[in-house]
């Protein structure tokens, strides 16, 4: 039987707001970092979460609110700043981290992504928060398809 928090950290809304705790963590470590392999390593680490994440959005969650709230302005928006999120990430994944442009290029992919997480904490979960969506199952969903996207190809 689930508890109360089980139940709170299968929550949709809660996975993905955790997404961004962590994104936002490995931004503020590449901030500090000065080794050029460290920084490489972070970058690599920002794009597979960032990747990840808007897999699941744009394959179960994003559908989901469709459904229940409507909004598909809000969706359209979120998928554009997805697809320009990974054209900045295109540039810097797999690259060597050599100087003022590719730290630039960092600093904006941070700044867009707090953009995106702005709108969809102070928009888009209320929204869904207050619909019929089942948080919970959806949760479990994209739980379940991150599992399947981190096991190693064969």
Do not use: W
Request: proline residues 4%; charged residues 30%.
């Amino acid at each position: 039987m689930q508890t109360p928090s089980d139940i709170q950290h299968n929550n949709a809304v809660a996975l993905l707001e955790a997404d961004h705790q962590a994104v936002n963590k490995l931004f503020k470590q590449y901030e500090k970092a000065t080794e050029t392999d460290n920084k490489k390593e972070l970058v690599s680490k920002i794009c597979a979460e960032l990747s990840l994440h808007a897999q699941v959005e744009e394959e179960i969650f994003y559908p989901q609110f469709k459904l229940a709230v409507g909004d598909k302005p809000m969706i359209a928006e979120a998928i554009v700043e997805h697809s320009t999120l990974t054209d900045l990430m295109a540039q810097v994944e797999g690259k060597q981290p050599d100087g003022e442009m590719f730290d630039a290029k960092i600093k904006v992919l941070a700044e867009y992504v707090q953009h995106h997480v702005k709108e969809e904490e102070t928009e888009m979960f209320p929204k869904a928060k207050k619909s019929k969506m089942d948080l919970e199952k959806i949760g479990m969903e994209i739980i379940a398809r991150k599992t399947a996207l981190k096991k190693p190809k064969k």
